[in-house]
């Protein structure tokens, strides 16, 4: 099956400080990536499309001023989180598509302290 | 926006017994997608679903998406204790996975032995 991976697994950053996040598709390319958030107990609500060559779009009530996302490649995107807050930790997943699938990665859990 | 009502939201039953989750909408889903996510781990997909009507089985688990394409159920035949996790319903509206997913919230599931 196609593989999807993130880093860094895990994150700690202080309050102020910018925080880059990497998705790669490791055996197939993919022109748009998803970015997730999922809050503890909750389930995993959809941030922002990135799209290789162009601009990501972004979902109702998401910054993209904070959300920095570039689609550098077919197999890779990257999400920054700038001026990191508390109320930005949270468990960050991205998703890559292939067929009618989305393939998930395994997550990035950010704390801001 | 697309809502899809996952239910149960928290579900514990003992070993063996059987037990039917549900996905609902009223929204058309060109595609449905069963995950299973444990904790501080992205989604694995299990199935996916994009005839209305279909019915796929995998081991004890048989997946329905609704004649109309709105909905969708997950039963499980005689659970065990390795069945516990979060499964997560999620809906593409686009055909080839170009869009990112809708999710349901959720059933966390527990099964006793």
């Known amino acids: 099956g196609a593989v999807v991976s993130q880093h860094p697994s895990w994150v700690i950053c202080k309050s102020g400080t910018s925080v880059k996040i990497e998705c790669r598709s490791l055996?197939?390319?993919?022109?748009?990536m998803f970015w997730y958030r999922q809050f503890p107990k909750q389930s995993l609500m959809l941030m922002a499309t990135?799209?290789?060559?162009?601009?990501?779009?972004?979902e109702q009530g998401v910054e993209k001023d904070k959300f920095l996302i570039n689609h550098a490649s077919l197999t890779l995107s990257t999400l920054t989180v700038t001026s990191a807050h508390p109320e930005d930790s949270s468990f960050y997943i991205c998703?890559?598509?292939?067929?009618?699938?989305?393939?998930f990665g395994p997550g990035t859990r950010l704390l801001v302290l | 926006t697309q809502l899809l009502e996952q239910s149960p939201q928290f579900l514990s039953i003992q070993e063996g017994e059987n037990l039917t989750v549900y996905c609902n909408s009223s929204?058309?889903?060109?595609?449905l997608q069963w995950y299973r996510q444990e904790p501080g781990e992205g989604p694995v997909l299990l199935v996916t679903?994009?005839?209305?009507?279909e019915v796929k089985k995998l081991k004890r688990l048989t997946f329905q998406f609704g004649d109309a394409r709105k909905d969708s159920s997950l039963h499980i035949t005689a659970a065990q204790p390795g069945d516990t996790g979060l499964y997560l319903c999620?809906?593409?509206?686009?055909?080839?996975?170009?869009?990112?997913?809708?999710f349901g919230k959720g059933t966390h599931l527990i099964i006793q032995p």
């Open positions: 990135s799209n290789e060559g162009s601009k990501a779009t972004y």
């Open positions: 929204s058309v889903f060109s595609s």
């Open positions: 998703s890559a598509p292939l067929a009618e699938t989305q393939y």
């Open positions: 999620a809906g593409g509206q686009a055909g080839g996975g170009a869009d990112g997913l809708t």
């Open positions: 055996d197939f390319q993919a022109t748009t």
């Open positions: 679903v994009v005839t209305g009507g």
